[in-house]
């Protein structure tokens, strides 16, 4: 009765769009799930800044998608509901791909706590002077003491590559020192981040770590993955969301496998939306649950090889190009080619084979090897300006084995002789 209903389409479209709208907004959790012993080291750290005025610094450092953020989030979150927090404290966030030197993330700071007014003309002359003239204008009104503030720069090991690494030295040097409550926390994958640090800014950092490594199991893994494609309790048509929430699609062995290759190749849970959201954009009224057909074919899409698929465009004669350069990569172990050495490789081939192939002109061949350089399947060894002519410029394949072989089964119409002259070359 529910699949010849007329609202089905509208009961499929919904919860689509709530599939959706689950994985792409993740709201964080009261407490991060299996980081309970960084999550009160790093609570207490901050709590002791922003309520005792005690200045610290800290580096939370774990691979991409390992969980910084979150933990950070749930940690400020839960400091910033304490009421003594609330109207105290001031935060100012970072991040080393926007703040890309010194200036320009001084002006950020700036523009965080407000003070623009207070700085207006003014002129310093150093970094410091102005980051103490900042802190400075935060003192309450008896001047007796400062409000806290919370430096997390995102990305921290970027922050390094700053020239003579100004920033870092001076938010760590205020909070070595007593006269400003400041906390520093940094966000880093980089577990070499210290060695980095210039040795005056090392001599400043507290040394504190807190490192993030995933302990998921495949198990966790999979239980995650039914809870993101539930459907919520009040969803409207309860038949629709028990049947949907029911599936057991996890329990088939083609949908164990994918999700264990996923799992295997990254625990990162942003990797796993990703793969989810291709699935259950595929879900339509012909079919209004998910289906092992879809996985696979997001698991296709997600792993796609972007070289191989622009290798499934190109013509007759630019894949017989990229085919005699392999061969020279054989036969010379790698050695960089010219246009010449491709173009003479490719007129062997149609000397013996004639009959199958068109005869191409020098200029048609070269527009074509043009084309492929355009493309960024061949690059120049030397990549400034050279005054070799362009048939002598030495030029590196930036493709592998599989690569080209997996073009070629897919290839529409490809000719035989084409294949097996691949084949010879590869083999």
Same mark, same amino acid.
């Given at each position: 009765?529910?699949?010849?209903? !007329?609202?089905?389409?509208? &009961?499929?479209?919904?919860?689509?769009?709530?599939?959706?709208?689950? +994985?792409?907004?993740?709201?964080?959790?009261? $407490?991060?799930?299996?980081?309970?012993?960084?999550?009160?080291?790093?609570?207490?750290?901050?709590?002791?800044?922003?309520?005792?005025?005690?200045?610290?610094?800290?580096?939370?450092?774990?691979?991409?998608?390992?969980?910084?953020?979150?933990?950070?989030? #749930?940690?400020?979150?839960?400091?910033?509901?304490?009421?003594?927090?609330?109207?105290?404290?001031?935060?100012?966030?970072?991040?080393?791909?926007?703040?890309?030197?010194?200036?320009?993330?001084?002006?950020?700071?700036?523009?965080?706590?407000?003070?623009?007014?207070?700085?207006?003309?003014?002129?310093?002359?150093?970094?410091?002077?102005? @980051?103490?003239? @900042?802190?400075?204008?935060? /003192?309450?009104?008896?001047?007796?003491?400062?409000?806290?503030?919370?430096?997390?720069?995102?990305?921290?090991?970027?922050?390094?590559?700053?020239?003579?690494?100004?920033?870092?030295?001076?938010?760590?040097?205020?909070?070595?020192?007593? $006269?400003?409550?400041?906390?520093?926390?940094?966000?880093?994958?980089?577990?070499?981040? @210290?060695?980095?640090?210039?040795?005056?800014?090392?001599?400043?950092?507290?040394?504190?770590?807190?490192?993030?490594?995933?302990?998921?199991?495949?198990?966790?893994?999979?239980?995650?993955?039914?809870? $993101?494609?539930?459907? !919520?309790?009040?969803?409207?048509?309860?038949?629709?969301?028990?049947?949907?929430?029911?599936? /057991?699609?996890?329990?088939?062995?083609?949908?164990?496998?994918?999700?264990?290759?996923?799992?295997?190749?990254?625990?990162?849970?942003?990797?796993?939306?990703?793969? @989810?959201?291709?699935?259950?954009?595929?879900?339509?009224?012909?079919?209004?649950?998910?289906?092992?057909?879809?996985?696979?074919?997001?698991?296709?899409?997600?792993?796609?090889?972007?070289?191989?698929?622009?290798?499934?465009?190109?013509?007759?004669?630019?894949? #017989?190009?990229?085919?005699?350069?392999?061969?020279?990569?054989?036969?010379?172990?790698?050695?960089?080619?010219? &246009?010449?050495?491709?173009?003479?490789?490719? /007129?062997?081939?149609?000397?013996?084979?004639?009959?199958?192939?068109?005869?191409?002109?020098?200029?048609?061949?070269?527009?074509?090897?043009?084309? +492929?350089?355009?493309?960024?399947?061949?690059?120049?060894?030397?990549?400034?300006?050279?005054?070799?002519?362009?048939?002598?410029?030495?030029?590196?394949?930036?493709?592998?084995?599989?690569?080209?072989?997996?073009?070629?089964?897919?290839?529409?119409?490809? !000719?035989?002789?084409?294949?097996?002259?691949?084949?010879?070359?590869?083999?």
């Amino acid at each position: 009765i529910l699949y010849n209903s !007329p609202y089905l389409y509208l &009961f499929t479209s919904y919860a689509q769009k709530l599939l959706r709208e689950r +994985l792409c907004h993740q709201k964080l959790p009261d $407490q991060p799930v299996g980081l309970d012993s960084q999550y009160k080291h790093l609570l207490e750290l901050l709590r002791r800044t922003a309520v005792h005025g005690e200045s610290n610094s800290v580096l939370i450092v774990g691979p991409r998608g390992s969980g910084k953020t979150m933990l950070l989030g #749930c940690v400020l979150r839960e400091l910033m509901s304490l009421r003594e927090v609330q109207k105290n404290v001031l935060l100012v966030e970072l991040n080393g791909l926007l703040q890309t030197d010194d200036k320009i993330a001084l002006k950020e700071i700036t523009r965080q706590l407000h003070l623009e007014n207070v700085v207006g003309d003014k002129v310093f002359g150093s970094f410091a002077e102005n @980051l103490a003239f @900042l802190l400075e204008a935060l /003192k309450k009104g008896d001047k007796s003491s400062s409000r806290p503030v919370l430096f997390v720069l995102d990305e921290f090991d970027l922050f390094a590559h700053h020239k003579n690494q100004t920033l870092l030295y001076n938010l760590l040097d205020v909070s070595q020192s007593a $006269q400003t409550p400041v906390a520093v926390v940094g966000l880093t994958c980089r577990l070499d981040v @210290l060695e980095l640090l210039e040795k005056r800014v090392k001599s400043r950092f507290s040394h504190r770590q807190i490192h993030l490594f995933s302990s998921l199991s495949f198990g966790q893994y999979v239980d995650v993955v039914r809870a $993101q494609l539930s459907l !919520p309790p009040d969803f409207p048509d309860p038949k629709f969301s028990d049947e949907w929430n029911h599936s /057991k699609l996890c329990e088939d062995k083609t949908v164990e496998e994918i999700l264990r290759r996923n799992f295997n190749g990254s625990k990162d849970f942003r990797s796993l939306h990703s793969l @989810l959201f291709l699935a259950v954009s595929r879900v339509s009224v012909s079919h209004s649950t998910l289906r092992e057909a879809d996985l696979i074919e997001a698991c296709r899409l997600i792993s796609a090889d972007s070289k191989a698929n622009v290798l499934h465009g190109l013509s007759i004669l630019e894949l #017989c190009l990229i085919i005699a350069m392999k061969h020279l990569n054989d036969t010379y172990d790698g050695e960089p080619f010219n &246009f010449q050495m491709v173009h003479n490789e490719f /007129k062997k081939f149609i000397q013996r084979k004639s009959h199958s192939i068109h005869k191409f002109e020098k200029p048609v061949v070269m527009k074509a090897f043009e084309h +492929l350089l355009q493309l960024e399947l061949v690059r120049p060894v030397d990549s400034g300006v050279c005054k070799v002519q362009r048939e002598y410029q030495l030029m590196r394949l930036m493709l592998e084995h599989g690569q080209v072989m997996e073009a070629l089964q897919k290839y529409p119409q490809c !000719p035989t002789d084409v294949k097996q002259w691949a084949l010879s070359a590869f083999g």
